[in-house]
T-cell receptor, first 113, second 118 residues
Framework: DVKVTQSSRYLVKRTGEKVFLECVQD?????MFWYRQDPGLGLRLIYF???????EKGDIPEGYSVSREKKERFSLILESASTNQTSMYLC????????????FGDGTRLSIL | AQKITQTQPGMFVQEKEAVTLDCTYD???????LFWYKQPSSGEMIFLIY??????QNATEGRYSLNFQKARKSANLVISASQLGDSAMYFC???????????????FGGGTRVLVKP
C-alpha cells in the first residue's frame, strides 16, 4: 500500500513565524501535491511538483513556497504565517498517468494564533 | 465559473438504500478524467472510482458506480446498499488534459456530506 506521511497531525504556531510542513511518500511517485481544505471550499491546490526540484503554482500559492530536494519528500513552507492560513493541509502523491489516483496523507491541522 | 460543482451540501440516506451524489463539471478540454474520493471523520482521503472522458462504459467498483453523462457534463456517484460506514464527506474531482499531462493535478468540488441512518 502507498504510504504518504505528514510530519504532524496538529500544529499550533504564532503569527509571523516561518512554518514547515513535511510530507514523505514511499512509493517512488513522480508527482506530489499540497492542498488546503476549508469548510465548503473543498480542497484547493497550493503547489505541486512533477519531479525533483520542479515545482508549479497551484490555484492559491500566495504566502506559500515549497521545496522538493528528494523524490520522496515535498515540503510546504509558510514564510510568515498569518491567521488566514489556519486550515487543514493535505499532502498527496501520484504516479504519472492521467488515470492514476492521488494518494493522501492524514493531514495537518494548522492553527496560527 | 466553478469547474466542479457539487450542489448537495448534505444528505441523509437510510441504511441498505442506494444514494446518488451529484457532480457537474465544466471543461473545454476533450480529454479529462473524473475521480471520486471519500473522507471519513478521521480525515483521510480515500480514492473510490475513476472515469475517463473517452471511456465507453460507466465505471464500477464494488458498491460504487459512476453515472457518467458526457453531454450533460455530469458524473454522479451511486452508492448501492448503503452501510453505516459510508457516512463521510464525498468529493468529486477533475483532471484536465491527456493521460500524459504533467502533474496530474486535480480540481475538487466543495463536497457532499452523507449520513447513513440505521
Amino acid at each position: 500500500d502507498v504510504k504518504v506521511t505528514q510530519s504532524s497531525r496538529y500544529l499550533v504556531k504564532r503569527t509571523g513565524e516561518k512554518v514547515f510542513l513535511e510530507c514523505v511518500q514511499d512509493m517512488d511517485h513522480e508527482n506530489m501535491f499540497w492542498y488546503r481544505q476549508d469548510p465548503g471550499l473543498g480542497l484547493r491546490l497550493i503547489y505541486f511538483s512533477y519531479d525533483v526540484k520542479m515545482k508549479e503554482k497551484g490555484d492559491i500559492p500566495e504566502g506559500y513556497s515549497v521545496s522538493r530536494e528528494k523524490k520522496e519528500r515535498f515540503s510546504l513552507i509558510l514564510e510568515s504565517a498569518s491567521t488566514n492560513q489556519t486550515s487543514m493541509y493535505l499532502c498527496a502523491s501520484s504516479m504519472t498517468g492521467g488515470n492514476q489516483p492521488q494518494h493522501f496523507g492524514d493531514g495537518t491541522r494548522l492553527s496560527i494564533l | 465559473a466553478q469547474k466542479i460543482t457539487q450542489t448537495q451540501p448534505g444528505m441523509f440516506v437510510q441504511e441498505k438504500e442506494a444514494v446518488t451524489l451529484d457532480c457537474t463539471y465544466d471543461t473545454s478540454d476533450p480529454s479529462y478524467g473524473l475521480f471520486w474520493y471519500k473522507q471519513p471523520s478521521s480525515g483521510e482521503m480515500i480514492f473510490l472510482i475513476y472515469q475517463g472522458s473517452y471511456d465507453q462504459q460507466n465505471a464500477t467498483e464494488g458498491r460504487y458506480s459512476l453515472n457518467f453523462q458526457k453531454a450533460r457534463k455530469s458524473a454522479n456517484l451511486v452508492i448501492s446498499a448503503s452501510q453505516l460506514g459510508d457516512s463521510a464527506m464525498y468529493f468529486c474531482a477533475m483532471r484536465e488534459g491527456g493521460i500524459k499531462a504533467a502533474g496530474n493535478k486535480l480540481t475538487f468540488g466543495g463536497g457532499t456530506r452523507v449520513l447513513v441512518k440505521p
